[in-house]
T-cell receptor, first 113, second 113 residues
Framework: DTGVSQNPRHKITKRGQNVTFRCDPI?????LYWYRQTLGQGPEFLTY????????KSRLLSDRFSAERPKGSFSTLEIQRTEQGDSAMYLC???????????FGEGSRLTVL | AQKVTQAQTEISVVEKEDVTLDCVYE???????LFWYKQPPSGELVFLIR??????QNEISGRYSWNFQKSTSSFNFTITASQVVDSAVYFC??????????FGTGTRLQVFP
């Protein structure tokens, strides 16, 4: 499968714990995005990388959130000291060009108890 | 500011009916791109179409058609002869001069046999 891959697909954690999600992009895509989607809402932009450079971060991304994309390949999204409000689907998407469509992974669902 | 409004939260139709999903957008950018995505129950967002702001031609792809009207800032999506497999949440999205897609809140379409 050469699509966008996300792991883990589901994560249940207790409040206060740290979690990390991984995204493996389509290999030739240099643009990588993280979005968050809560029930009944559209995806909300969190952050964006072009190659290894993080070019934009949403104000939704508090200090507890950090994202990396070492070597411009896979990306990780870490949430520290999770809160119940962090419960959501975290979506990764990649694109080959500015004009191109985003290809989304299946998402990583986080449940914070 | 950029905004996408999908006023229809949920639509229910019977198979073979035609259905139109509305999308109204706001942007001050002169160059922008509009998208439609489908999110089936499995959860993965699937790209359907991309339109740039300079191309107002309507497009038809099988049972799907799109009507882009800059004068009313609308990009509506019509499914002809709907089928049960069309049941999903459909999102309209906008990209202006920045790299991020702004999504609407989605329209849930239920097609009953």
């Amino acid at each position: 499968d050469t699509g966008v891959s996300q792991n883990p697909r589901h994560k249940i954690t207790k409040r206060g714990q740290n979690v990390t999600f991984r995204c493996d992009p389509i290999s030739e895509h240099n643009r990588l995005y993280w979005y968050r989607q809560t029930l009944g809402q559209g995806p909300e932009f969190l952050t964006y990388f072009q190659n290894e450079a993080q070019l934009e971060k949403s104000r939704l991304l508090s200090d507890r959130f950090s994202a990396e994309r070492p070597k411009g390949s896979f990306s990780t999204l870490e949430i520290q000291r999770t809160e119940q409000g962090d419960s959501a689907m975290y979506l990764c998407a990649t694109a080959g060009t500015f004009e191109g469509e985003l290809f989304f992974g299946e998402g990583s669902r986080l449940t914070v108890l | 500011a950029q905004k996408v409004t999908q006023a229809q939260t949920e639509i229910s139709v019977v198979e073979k009916e035609d259905v139109t999903l509305d999308c109204v957008y706001e942007t001050r950018d002169t160059t922008y791109y509009l998208f439609w995505y489908k999110q089936p129950p499995s959860g993965e967002l699937v790209f359907l179409i991309r339109r740039n702001s300079f191309d107002e031609q309507n497009e038809i792809s099988g049972r799907y058609s799109w009507n882009f009207q800059k004068s009313t800032s609308s990009f509506n999506f019509t499914i002809t002869a709907s089928q049960v497999v069309d049941s999903a949440v459909y999102f309209c999205a906008l990209r202006g001069n920045t790299d991020k897609l702004i999504f609407g809140t989605g329209t849930r379409l239920q097609v009953f046999p």
